[in-house]
């Protein structure tokens, strides 16, 4: 059974529909799974919001949780993390590096571009490097700063936009595209 984690921002909107959606579509296709979400940077215990929770009522979920702070148990709970945005996913491993091999954004997971996904792990490699070396008070080399700017332009976003304070459509759009990414996750899922 795999354990995947979803982490947004407040743990109110984005990574609690996609936790309540994959829970409803893994039961549904027989796939085990146990599914948790967390915000990188909240409090335990806020209602998750009133249109995501409508707007899983329109995919016939229904919902009631209410946020979780992102914790060292939660990560070393799961085999997958997946992050709405890449910053969260920085974030993470900012946080708890240990996370490297697991941590992805879902749009990234679900990516089956290999030439994408090679650009994507040199440009984590640089940003490693760059960390290790402003942790030793070094500087990247020009080359290697060149190369990740031109990378992080080739990349295409791989961030589920915030709904966060706008419309009932702005939800219904997030829920859509992370609906979506979670279709192309199942399958992933199967394979494995």
């Given at each position: 059974m795999k354990r995947i984690l979803f982490i947004c921002t407040g743990n109110t909107c984005r990574s609690p529909m996609a936790e309540a959606m994959l829970k409803n579509m893994a039961v549904q296709q027989g796939v085990a799974a146990q599914v948790r979400s967390a915000g990188i940077s909240t409090i335990d215990g806020l209602a998750v919001s009133g249109h995501a929770t409508e707007v899983l009522r329109d995919y016939g979920i229904e919902h009631q949780s209410s946020s979780c702070a992102l914790t060292g148990e939660a990560v070393k709970w799961a085999d997958l993390v997946l992050t709405m945005t890449a910053s969260h996913k920085r974030g993470l491993l900012q946080w708890f590096p240990e996370a490297v091999d697991k941590a992805h954004t879902l749009k990234e997971y679900v990516n089956q571009?290999?030439?994408?996904?090679?650009?994507?792990?040199?440009?984590?490699?640089?940003?490693?490097?760059?960390?290790?070396?402003?942790?030793?008070?070094?500087?990247?080399?020009?080359?290697?700063?060149n190369r990740l700017l031109e990378l992080e332009r080739r990349i295409p976003s791989f961030d589920i936009i915030d709904p966060f304070g706008g419309t009932l459509g702005n939800y219904k759009s997030c829920?859509?595209?992370?609906?979506?990414?979670?279709?192309?996750?199942?399958?992933?899922?199967k394979q494995e």
């Open positions: 571009d290999t030439g994408v996904l090679a650009d994507i792990k040199e440009l984590e490699r640089l940003y490693t490097e760059l960390h290790m070396k402003q942790t030793l008070g070094q500087q990247l080399t020009d080359g290697e700063r829920a859509e595209e992370i609906h979506s990414c979670l279709q192309l996750l199942l399958v992933r899922l």
